[in-house]
Nanobody, 130 residues
Framework: QVQLVESGGGLVQAGGSLRLSCAAS????????MGWCRQAPGKERELVAS????????LYADSVKGRFTISRDNAKNTVYLQMNSLKPEDTAVYYC???????????????????????WGQGTQVTVSS
């Protein structure tokens, strides 16, 4: 089992920045492909950013490219999401997610769909005011 605990959400004005953190435990962190997904009220959950287990590949939703950056620190078993130039439409609950299949299949690619993640955190609210 993998346990994921997010932190760093909050209320910010449009144009501001936030950094989300997700601490993982229960499995070797370096074998986990990690990602951040979000879900706004009345909308489907969507993948925002993902990073491969090796850290060598990342993927971003078009809506956040150039504004968000995902990174990982294997020494701290933590994945981050730096969010800059935030917009009101970024308001959502943000979830940290993890996948083991990429590692065991030998794939160096990041996860491309939120449907492919096996483990989820409890979520952290991000609210961007206009």
């Amino acid at each position: 089992q993998v346990q994921l605990v997010e932190s760093g959400g909050g209320l910010v004005q449009a144009g501001g920045s936030l950094r989300l953190s997700c601490a993982a435990s229960g499995r070797s962190f370096s074998s986990l492909a990690m990602g951040w997904c979000r879900q706004a009220p009345g909308k489907e959950r969507e993948l925002v950013a993902s990073i491969s287990w090796s850290g060598g590949s990342t993927l971003y939703a078009d809506s956040v490219k150039g504004r968000f950056t995902i990174s990982r620190d294997n020494a701290k078993n933590t994945v981050y999401l730096q969010m800059n130039s935030l917009k009101p439409e970024d308001t959502a609950v943000y979830y940290c997610a993890a996948d083991l299949d990429k590692y065991y299949s030998g794939s160096y690619m990041p996860v491309r769909s939120h449907h492919d993640y096996d483990y989820w955190g409890q979520g952290t609210q991000v609210t961007v005011s206009s």
